[in-house]
Nanobody
Framework: QVRLVESGGGFVQAGGSLRLSCAAS????????FGWVRQAPGKEREFIAA????????AYADSVKGRFTISRENARNTVYLEMQNLKSEDAAVYFC????????????????????WGQGTQVAVSS
């Protein structure tokens, strides 16, 4: 069973930066595509960023494009979300998600397609 553990959330002032990490453990990690999804209070889960299993392709929600960067370090079985120029509307619980894929599959942007989920890490942004 794949296990995902997020870390790096916290409180930051608007305009600041945070880096979230997602540590993966379990079998066949090299087959996993990853994504970051967030959920603000009273709202549905929202796709933020995704990366393919080989790390060559990424996708971003329009709301974070140019400010957030997703990357993966396979040697450490870790996926990162670098967040810059944070805004008050970025405040949410951020979840790491993963799905086993074949090499030809692009970044997964549909929240419902992910198989494995972490417990989430809270990001708070003061305006």
């Amino acid at each position: 069973q794949v296990r995902l553990v997020e870390s790096g959330g916290g409180f930051v002032q608007a305009g600041g930066s945070l880096r979230l990490s997602c540590a993966a453990s379990g079998p066949s990690l090299s087959r996993l595509a990853f994504g970051w999804v967030r959920q603000a209070p009273g709202k549905e889960r929202e796709f933020i960023a995704a990366i393919t299993r080989n790390g060559r392709d990424t996708a971003y929600a329009d709301s974070v494009k140019g400010r957030f960067t997703i990357s993966r370090e396979n040697a450490r079985n870790t996926v990162y979300l670098e967040m810059q120029n944070l805004k008050s509307e970025d405040a949410a619980v951020y979840f790491c998600a993963a799905k086993p894929t074949i090499l030809t599959v692009g970044p997964i942007t549909a929240v419902g397609e992910y198989t494995y989920w972490g417990q989430g890490t809270q990001v708070a942004v003061s305006s």
